[in-house]
């Protein structure tokens, strides 16, 4: 296909005109082209150089080689030339040769632009006769050689990334800005667009616009601009990039690792590294590492991320030869991070790489190791390792044979001291990062053991608090990726030096896992322990842990020593932690309260047979609570981790076990408490209280005998011990303690006491003893139960009751006012309603009744019965109102009738 021609210049006067004017165009250029074109292809010479040049001067003048995009969606690749004089003698002319590019046509061969800077196919006149020439193909220019390239690259490799970055930005699309290049010499920006073209994908090369040489760059539409020093500047210009190479040494850092390979791929000479064309930063990087090109610390890290995707992809060769550089030594740090000893990995909080070469190459290894031989990778496996343990970075999962012996020894001995310290720091969550050195340590054969029992203390401690309970990723190992150790179909690896590794091979399994083969007997299936509050627990055991302390038995006799003494000290809380963990306890005997912690079965602690749960509790210590008695406060905590035995239960422990057993495991008080706290209808804790007082009859705290003398002596009312006195000994009791008596206990023996008074009929010492001490807590008991339902019962089916409560109510006036209150209030609310709904059977039971007690009751009753006669005969029982010439009332009777028959 022949592209369509423009020649542009000032010539005489012709059938077109005299002036600028197009002097030859191909046939079928619209008008509309040409319009767009003359806008495109017009010179204004350098304002420095001479103004009537001679022929040898004239070839000093830049030329205007542009590419530039037209509004059809076209492109115009011209060339403009300074000429001198017009054919009039006037100085200013030039001329414009140009070709036009159809959208979707490139140049013949598909030759880049720039290959046909200074073509011998490019006119400095008009053809004879106006009529263009087919131009079939454009031989390059010498200037464009790749070792002219190089050299050029190579004196200004200062600048390189610089321009890199920003032509990456301008061709992405990321930053629109346009880039103005500032050199001596029109040729020079030619060969700074060609270096640009080269780095560049190859269709985004074939669509980059440019101009070798403009006086004016703010009216230049390419995206690339050519500016001599004379020429007006740019660099105030907002819309501009300016590279000024005419200016000092460009020494700014450029933080694009894409920019920063290209220049160094080009300052090394290595130019057909770009041959692939695709301007990816990965494969780029990883070509130049194989080539011997040393990159900074990022390029290495996309060299290692895109190897690690494409791994098998690569030739055995050039994935060995990008191994060994990678492995060979740390790249210089990314621009901007301080220098070689920058450490430029950043972390996250769980201690994961967000980004940089220590991760990078992590990955890779994931990748290879195990799938091609130990020899290629160990150097790598070593690097990464030493990186890990060095600067705090996750730690790579390796196996046995992940290392030769030679680089294991190595680096036991020159990271033992690392190791160690690692393991001992207190800083991070022990089941975390020190953990994965522990494996490491182990892998590499060094003695922790001096730092082995603090670190199974923190672990334990971490275990209880729940600072062990991030997933494995966050555990300070670094994770292969879903595809980790898998070898593409058609691609073998060799056994040679070691091979791929066989599965469980190290003492600790590469990929942090346990060996699949165990069964669920060595304690990972075991039943759920006692939360505190009534649930499962979350199961907060590692996998990580789990695998080391099935492979490491130092470490889990020490960590199950320490969680034994924090079961010990707190069993609900270690219970709750260690539900569903999968701790193999019984992989080693004793460790008595860890196992009642971790294998006791079921998961609701609340209701049900409590007792037997308990008994299978201290069957799971595997220790008589008689040997180690401590067990005994272990279990009890378990089964009753957050309440107390019922009365029943508590006499069942005391009695099963001794006092001797409670005594030595601390376990006594428990068992007082739950006497001292049960509900005042438990009908077991009077018992309870008894048996406690005989079991310990010398080392109870005084707190504790007055309140159980209490609860025993309410279980004696109503029966033959109960003696006399009981009013007073129920104050004595309470009032004599040493510490304020608890609610429940009070309310026990209140209760008591007010029953065995209302079991009519009361003996009146009581009754009076009770009438005197205008005790609240009795009153109320009394008062209370006069009140209830069951009284009421037997006050409406039983008259000689009924009488008998009338007796005692109206008895004792003005002995208290809180005794006459409350027995005046049960005589209106509690007595007289029922009264007045009995039959006449009924009531002429209860006043025979009266009539038997004399001294003036019966009298007494008719008076109050009367209508209307409660609320004076009230006042007389209270006191009030009372004459001096009343005849004295007989003990425990009501008042008797004045002169007048009134009472």
Not at 362 to 388: F, H, K, M, N
Not at 500 to 525: N, V
Not at 864 to 883: D, E, Q, S, V
């Amino acid at each position: 296909m022949s592209l369509s021609q423009l020649h542009y210049t000032s010539a005489p006067p012709g059938p077109d005109g005299s002036g600028f004017r197009f002097t030859a165009v191909s046939p079928g250029v619209t008008p509309a082209l040409l319009r767009e074109a003359e806008q495109l292809i017009g010179y204004e010479p350098p304002r420095d150089l001479a103004a009537r040049p001679d022929a040898e001067q004239l070839k000093s003048f830049p030329k205007a080689f542009a590419f530039s995009e037209l509004s059809d969606g076209g492109m115009l690749l011209s060339r403009s030339v300074y000429t001198g004089a017009d054919y009039s003698g006037r100085w200013g002319n030039f001329h414009a040769h140009a070709f036009h590019l159809p959208p979707g046509v490139r140049l013949p061969d598909g030759a880049l632009p720039i290959t046909a800077w200074e073509s011998p196919r490019w006119a400095d006149a008009t053809p004879e006769g106006g009529r263009t020439e087919p131009v079939d193909r454009f031989e390059p220019s010498g200037l464009l050689r790749r070792d002219g390239l190089v050299a050029f690259a190579r004196s200004r490799a200062d600048r390189l990334a610089a321009f890199f970055a920003d032509l990456r930005a301008l061709a992405d699309g990321t930053d629109t800005r346009q880039i103005v290049l500032v050199e001596h010499d029109s040729a020079d920006v030619a060969q700074w667009i060609a270096l640009a073209c080269t780095v560049l994908a190859r269709e985004q090369a074939h669509r980059l616009t440019f101009v070798t040489y403009t006086r004016r760059p703010q009216q230049a539409r390419q995206q690339i601009v050519g500016a001599l020093p004379s020429s007006e500047p740019a660099g105030h210009d907002h819309r501009f990039r300016v590279h000024d190479c005419t200016a000092g040494t460009d020494t700014a850092p450029v933080d694009d690792a894409w920019a920063d390979v290209c220049a160094r791929v080009w300052a090394a000479g290595r130019p057909e590294l770009f041959r692939d064309g695709s301007g990816e930063l990965g494969r780029l990087a990883v070509a130049a590492l194989v080539d011997g090109v040393g990159l900074r610390a990022d390029g290495r890290a996309a060299a290692a991320r895109w190897a690690a995707d494409h791994a098998f992809t690569l030739p055995e060769e050039s994935l060995t030869a990008l191994v060994a550089a990678l492995a060979g030594g740390a790249g210089e740090p990314r621009a901007g991070t301080g220098g070689p000893g920058a450490r430029e990995t950043r972390y996250n909080p769980t201690g994961t790489p967000l980004d940089g070469e220590p991760a990078a190459l992590a990955a890779l290894l994931a990748r290879l190791d195990g799938q091609v031989p130990t020899v290629v990778s160990a150097p790598l496996a070593a690097r990464v390792l030493a990186s890990a343990v060095r600067a705090r970075g996750p730690v790579p999962p390796l196996g046995a044979g992940s290392l030769t012996p030679a680089l294991r020894a190595e680096l036991a001995r020159d990271l033992a001291p690392d190791l160690r310290r690692g393991v001992a720091d207190a800083a991070e969550p022990a089941a975390g990062r020190p953990l994965a050195l522990l494996r490491v340590a182990d892998l590499l054969d060094v003695d922790c053991t001096e730092v082995l029992a603090e670190f199974a203390g923190r672990i334990a401690r971490d275990l209880v608090s729940g600072r062990a309970t991030a997933p494995d990723a966050a555990e300070g190992t670094a994770q292969a990726g879903p595809d980790a150790g898998t070898v593409p179909p058609g691609r073998t690896t060799s056994a040679k030096d070691g091979g791929p590794h066989p599965a469980g091979s190290a003492r600790f399994r590469a990929d942090g896992r346990g060996d699949p083969a165990r069964s669920p007997a060595d304690g990972r299936g075991g039943p759920v322990p006692f939360p505190t509050d009534g649930r499962a627990g979350d199961g907060s055991c590692p996998a990580a842990l789990l695998d080391a302390v099935h492979g490491h038995p130092a470490l889990r006799t020490a960590l199950f020593g320490a969680l034994n003494s924090l079961a010990a000290a707190n069993p609900p809380g270690v219970a709750a932690r260690l539900a569903g963990s999968g701790l193999p306890v019984s992989l080693d005997s004793g460790f008595p309260h860890l196992r009642m912690c971790v294998q006791a079965g079921g998961t609701d602690r609340r209701g049900g047979d409590r007792l037997g749960r308990f008994h299978e509790v201290l069957r799971t210590a595997g220790v008589s609570p008689h040997a180690e008695p401590a067990v005994l406060r272990t279990a009890f905590h378990l089964v009753w981790p957050d309440g107390l035995p019922t009365g029943e239960e508590a006499s069942l422990l005391l009695d099963e076990l001794g006092s001797d057993a409670h005594r030595v495991a601390g376990t006594r008080d428990l068992l007082v408490g739950a006497a001292l706290a049960a509900p005042a209808d438990d009908p077991a804790v009077p018992v309870l209280a008894t048996r406690l007082l005989r079991g310990f009859p010398t080392d109870l705290p005084s707190a504790h005998r007055g309140p159980l003398l209490l609860l025993e002596f309410a279980g004696q009312l109503g029966t033959e011990a109960e003696g006399e006195g009981w009013v007073n000994r129920v104050l004595g009791l309470r009032d004599g303690a040493a510490e304020a008596v608890p609610e429940p206990v009070t309310r026990r023996v209140c209760d008591a006491v007010a029953r065995r008074l209302l079991a009519a009929p009361a003996p009146e010492s009581e009754l009076y003893a009770l009438a005197r001490s205008g005790d609240p807590a009795l009153l109320a008991a009394y008062a209370r139960l006069a009140r209830s339902d069951r009284a009421g019962d037997r006050l409406r089916t039983v008259p000689s009751y009924v009488a008998a409560c009338f007796c005692d109510w109206s008895a004792y006036p003005g002995t208290h006012p809180a005794w006459d209150e409350m027995r005046t209030a049960l005589l209106s609310k509690v007595l007289r309603p029922v009264v007045r709904a009995l039959p006449a059977e009924d009531l002429a039971e209860v006043e025979e009744a009266l009539r038997r007690t004399g001294r003036g009751r019966l009298d007494a009753y008719h008076a109050w019965n009367r209508p209307g006669a409660l609320g004076r005969l009230a006042g007389r029982l209270t006191g009030r109102g009372r004459r001096e010439d009343r005849p004295t009332a007989w003990y425990g009777d009501v008042e008797p009738p004045d002169e007048e028959g009134r009472r």
